[in-house]
Every structure is written in C-alpha cells, then in structure tokens.
C-alpha cells in the first residue's frame, strides 16, 4: 500500500544521477502552482531519503521555505530485494 507521510525538506536528498534539470523560470512556476493549490503529488523517496521523483517540486518547496512535504517512500523492486 502506497502511504503518503510529511517529512521534513532537509531530510531529502537530491538524486545525483538526475537527469532532468529545471531553469529557474520553471521552479518558479512550480512554488506558484503549489501556492494557490497545494501539492497535488508527493515527492517519491527510495528508503535513503534519495528522491526518485520530484526534483522540481522539492526545489520549489525550498524556494517557498517550505519546513515539510509530502513523501511516498517506494518499496524495492524485486531486484532490489535481497536473496
């Protein structure tokens, strides 16, 4: 079962290997849209607190200095189980 939880915006760790990048402009346009209208979706977190998605939503909730946001914490995959 997928649970939402808030947690703090200092806990979660930007992805390295992200590939997506987002200008300045469009992190702005996010802290806008959760602004007038909350987060819609939470930022997806491995069990590291690493995010898997939702870059620009957590950059954004640091543009607004946010204290918390939403997560959902993804369960391992199948090869990301252990034997």
Excluded: Y
Aim: hydrophobic share 45%; with cysteine; charged share 25%.
């Amino acid at each position: 079962m997928i649970g939402i939880e808030w947690i703090a915006v200092d806990a979660i760790k930007p992805n390295p290997r992200n590939a997506r990048t987002h200008s300045k402009k469009q992190i702005r346009q996010i802290a806008d849209s959760i602004s007038a209208f909350g987060f819609r979706a939470p930022i997806v977190i491995d069990e590291s607190g690493v995010i898997i998605c939702g870059h620009g939503r957590h950059a954004a909730a640091i543009l607004l200095g946010l204290k918390e946001v939403p997560v959902s914490r993804a369960e391992p995959g199948p090869a990301e189980l252990p034997d």
